[in-house]
């Protein structure tokens, strides 16, 4: 029996030729941030859950391509110093021609993976959100970096966004998104319509990157989040608008945020494992 590498990704399907950090195309980022959550906690487990969860996973064309999961980002500084180390992580691996894959941790993360894959490239690139939330708010319980505002700064800084699922959203963000031409598509449209694609407005930029919050999931989907909401995607149908958005662009990396593993619940982690599989066959 071959030995599971249980803090690499997909470890116990890959050959030793694919999970080498120089030459496998996705480079793993665990970043275990806590820093700002506002309702339940645990995102600090996140990273390791999904880990672990994913040598359970079957072998799938990815794999070929090569996995690597880099140590985890130090979460244990100031929340400005986790934030800068991720930004240079992200803008290294692009740099060195790989694909950055940011495990979460809490959503506020994904400021710095976004600058630092768009200094690297070297131009503001679209941003394609699955959410419960807008995230839109200029602060949050005092916080400017927070994981309920770090899509207003992302818009801010010149990033186009386009937000899918949202069903908890404040007056406050609706005007956000107004002012920054935010394109969306709610959850109780997309839901009640069963609509499962998608065509993004044909200015949007054609290299993007994917920010997915598993509380963009329905609960009886997703339980272990730290700030469910009812109404929320299904798990087949959030893979298909993610494919709709993703045709004729150019993913450039991406995140997987806000699990919150419980620990009766072993469902939860294998699902974040295998919905992570499934957006990387699709880039």
Avoid at 40 to 47: A, M
Avoid at 160 to 189: H, P, T
Avoid at 208 to 229: E, H, K, N, Q, R
Wanted: glycine share 8%; hydrophobic share 40%.
């Amino acid at each position: 029996m071959k030995e599971i590498k249980s803090l690499q990704f997909l470890g116990s399907e890959l050959q030793e030729h694919e999970n080498l950090q120089a030459s496998a195309k996705f480079q793993i980022v665990p970043c275990p941030m806590e820093k700002t959550v506002s309702y339940g906690s645990g995102t600090c487990l996140g990273p390791n859950a999904i880990l672990h969860a994913s040598q359970e996973l079957e072998r799938s064309s990815p794999c070929e391509s090569g996995f690597f999961t880099q140590p985890p980002i130090d979460c244990s500084v100031d929340h400005e110093t986790c934030l800068l180390e991720l930004k240079e992580r992200s803008a290294r691996i692009v740099i060195e021609n790989h694909f950055p894959v940011i495990l979460g941790g809490e959503h506020s993360l994904t400021w710095a993976a976004v600058k630092g894959v768009s200094e690297a490239i070297g131009q503001k690139i679209g941003v394609v959100q699955i959410d419960a939330h807008a995230d839109l708010r200029d602060s949050y319980q005092g916080m400017v970096h927070s994981h309920a505002s770090v899509m207003n700064l992302l818009v801010q800084d010149g990033h186009r966004l386009a937000s899918i699922g949202v069903r908890a959203i404040c007056e406050e963000e609706k005007k956000i998104r107004e002012k920054y031409s935010v394109f969306f598509q709610d959850a109780g449209e997309l839901v009640r319509g069963n609509v499962s694609s998608m065509e993004l407005p044909s200015d949007f930029p054609e290299l993007v990157y994917l920010s997915f919050d598993l509380d963009g999931l329905d609960p009886s989907v997703m339980l272990a989040v730290g700030t469910p909401v009812p109404g929320g995607l299904s798990y087949y149908q959030s893979i298909d608008l993610v494919k709709s958005a993703l045709k004729g662009r150019t993913c450039v990396g991406m995140d997987l945020v806000e699990l919150s593993p419980k620990p009766t619940d072993i469902v939860s982690p294998f699902t974040a494992a295998s919905l992570l599989q499934e957006l990387l066959a699709l880039v």
